[in-house]
């Protein structure tokens, strides 16, 4: 699952700064990387919030990332992305349709789409027409940093682990991912998929302020963002929080054995049901590394 990197546009702004000052309310955590240690752990482990694409030369890897990665003995992401036919699962998965795309948008709209494919990624929406529409909501995702080609974190931080010959673990499954999309209506991301078209170049230029306030790491900003979200409206329970809460028994898990080096999104991060809450409401001890 991605940090989401679109809003509607500007008439979010008064509820995107209503967001930013609950979380700032509720605690002063503005850090992407946090030590995990206490509650009976023998050595420590670590949690790094991402963006999971960004222009390449925005990513840096700080000293204290590096110095963590080298300490930790394993990787675990939100998904195992290193596992074999990871690729022709995800394309059995895709296609797995409960409606094809042409009867989830008017002839207007889907003749909107398909120039707009055709100009943005070279293919028309016929290519997408016997997959789900959150795999076309995907692609689409790949185009809003302006750069050639944009990098994923998760990507870089796999690399680093296999020079370091270190194990990769996912706290899901893909199927587990696929399973949460299957609980958001066909209608509901057809909707995403207009609205996020309507707006793309707004969205691309909001773009650019996550990527500042990932650089900065201001985790506030970034959370409220990935809430203010077109896709993540009237899914936030679903996409974020049960999924933060069912992550918790499995790192508590994994920490016991290893020390681990996390890597979620930044958005599961912050707030009342954030990664970092729970892990201190499970008395952990949580330190941000900068």
Known sequence: MTLRVVRYGQHLWTGLLCIVCALQGQTQDSALL???????????????????????????FSDALQSAFQQSEKLCLEMDMDQPGLMLKTMRLSMQVRQPLKELFTAEQYAHIDQFLKDSLGIG????????????????????????KPVSVEEKLMEIARRQRKE??????LEDQFGVFDQIPD????RM?????????????????????????????LSAMTQAAPDMAGFEALLLQQRNRRWIPMM??????????????????????????????????IEALR
Not at 168 to 173: A, F, Q
Not at 187 to 190: C, D, I, N, R, V
Not at 201 to 214: C, G, I, K, P, R
């Open 125 to 148: 929406l016929p290519v997408f027409h016997r997959m789900r529409p959150f795999t076309l909501l995907s692609a689409l995702y790949t185009k809003v940093p302006r750069c050639r």
């Open 168 to 173: 990769v673990d996912g706290l899901e499954t």
């Open 34 to 60: 946090w030590k995990i240690s206490g509650n009976g752990l023998s050595k420590p482990s670590y949690l790094f919030g991402t963006i999971h694409l960004i222009c390449p030369e925005s990513l840096q």
């Open 252 to 285: 508590q898990q994994a920490m016991s054995n290893a020390s681990v080096f996390f890597a979620v999104g930044a958005g599961h991060l912050a707030g009342k049901e954030g990664l970092l809450s729970l892990l201190r409401k499970a008395g952990y001890s």
């Open 193 to 221: 998929i207009w609205e996020m078209i309507q707006d793309f170049s707004n969205q691309q230029t909001e773009f650019l302020h996550m990527v500042e306030a990932y650089r900065t790491e201001n985790l506030p900003v």
């Open 187 to 190: 209608t509901a991301q057809a």
